[in-house]
């Protein structure tokens, strides 16, 4: 049976939740990854059959909000955003939580401000080896008040293993991201590491294990990103592939591959099974479902969609880049950047910044709207978004109305 969380109950929704309540009773396996369809009529709402928090975001938060109600004498802390969704941290902050370093890293609390007595709660992503020794160095246990998705350490484990078993780990990620740096620092405890970002480093690798650059190329490439000594004639021999959660499971997959077709190239296809390790098994099946879930609502087709969580979340960015390959997509934070039908708040996921886009709710009847939001985004927040739009169809049908149609549509 999975388990149940105990999350806030200012996270869950009338809507957004009662929907998913419907679809896991229709479809307890999770095999059917067809969207669910709100229809208001004037307007229809095209939801993802996954999206929203996973298990490890459901764990951080019920870990976090029990932490703080059970020591309401203490002073707590977290090493740095629990989740990157601003409005969790937010209302974290506005509870006490204060944070230790920002997400690039910067730590802004020095470690002698701290005392023996206070809490620190290290987050989702987890954290580095040096910041648990420093930790442990000041008598504050780092693994008291642990958030770390269980499937990150998954991915710690498999590396060790890895590591003892001689093979080097390419770990595909982000550099600077926090889960990357976590992973990346205990990855190097036993076994050389190399951060790849994209298929287009990865094939600029899968030359150099193919001997077709020189060790200038890798550093050119890799110098920032790999381990300490890591020599590329010797670490490169015996290969295995990692990824940061939150990265694309397809690209993870791709990469993968290209790495493995090198090793062949260089070794034979006889010989692949001593120099390649599959690793298949630490992909996040959470960030897996909503990946899949939300091909399937791009192959449903709609005019626009909107795309709710927090700027500097992984996982919520690659949604974004998936729905604006095939329509207008719009990656917004929350409700409040939603101005009125003429204009609307938004990041622009390719230049880096924000931007303000004119008229843009188009004027077709009935309008088709995909609706969806990363693993750290509470389904509230996409019930605001919701309503917030539906304010500009006054001709649309009642809530009330449409959900009770849909709970007799999921109950046939």
């Known amino acids: 049976m999975a388990r149940h969380f105990d999350i806030p109950v200012f996270y869950k929704s009338k809507i957004i939740s009662g929907i998913k309540k419907a679809r896991q009773e229709q479809d307890p396996k999770k095999k059917d990854l067809s969207p669910s369809i709100l229809d208001f009529g004037s307007v229809r709402f095209i939801l993802a059959r996954h999206f929203g928090f ?17 020591h309401p004498d203490n002073r707590i802390f977290f090493l740095s955003e629990m989740i990157h969704n601003p409005n969790v941290n937010n209302d974290l902050q506005s509870r006490g939580v204060r944070f230790i370093f920002t997400t690039d890293g910067t730590q802004i609390i020095p470690w002698n401000a701290l005392r023996s007595d206070d809490i620190v ?42 590591g003892d078993e001689g093979f080097t780990i390419v770990l595909h990620g982000k550099a600077k991201h926090e889960e990357t740096r976590a992973t990346f620092s205990h990855s190097i405890q036993q076994a050389p590491t190399v951060v790849v970002f994209d298929k287009h480093e990865a094939m600029k690798l899968a030359d150099i294990i ?6 200038r190329a890798f550093f050119e490439v890799f110098g920032r990103t790999c381990s300490e000594g890591f020599d590329p004639d010797s670490h490169l021999q015996r290969l295995g592939v990692v990824n940061q959660t939150t990265m694309l499971a397809s690209e993870t997959r791709e990469i993968t591959r290209i790495i493995k077709q090198a090793l062949i190239d260089k070794y034979g296809s006889d010989q692949i099974n001593h120099h390649f390790a599959d690793t298949s098994d630490t992909l996040c099946y959470a960030t897996n479902e909503n990946q899949n879930a939300t091909y399937a609502l791009i192959e449903q087709g709609a005019d626009i969609s909107i795309v709710v969580g927090g700027y500097n979340s992984s996982n919520t960015s690659h949604l974004v880049e998936l729905c604006q390959r095939s329509m207008p997509t719009y990656f917004i934070k929350n409700a409040q950047e939603i101005d009125s039908k003429e204009k609307i708040k938004h990041y622009d996921l390719r230049e880096r910044n924000m931007m303000v886009s004119d008229a843009w709710l188009p004027d077709k009847r009935p309008l088709d709207i995909i609706l969806t939001c990363g693993a750290s985004c509470p389904d509230a927040m996409v019930d605001e978004v919701l309503l917030r739009i539906l ?22």
Request: glycine share 4%; hydrophobic share 35%.
């Open 210 to 215: 193919r001997e077709k650059y020189d060790h």
């Open 121 to 162: 709660v290290v987050p989702a992503f987890g954290t580095t080896v040096e910041i648990q020794e420093e930790l442990s160095a000041r008598d504050i246990d780092p693994y008291n008040y642990n958030t770390t998705c269980p499937f990150v350490e998954k991915v710690w484990k498999r590396s060790k293993q890895l």
């Open 54 to 70: 996973c298990f490890g975001v459901e764990n951080a938060i019920e870990i976090a909000y029990k932490t703080l109600e059970s």
């Open 391 to 412: 304010r500009f169809f006054p001709d649309a049908s009642g809530v009330e109305e449409v959900m009770r149609t849909e709970a007799i549509s999921a109950s046939n």
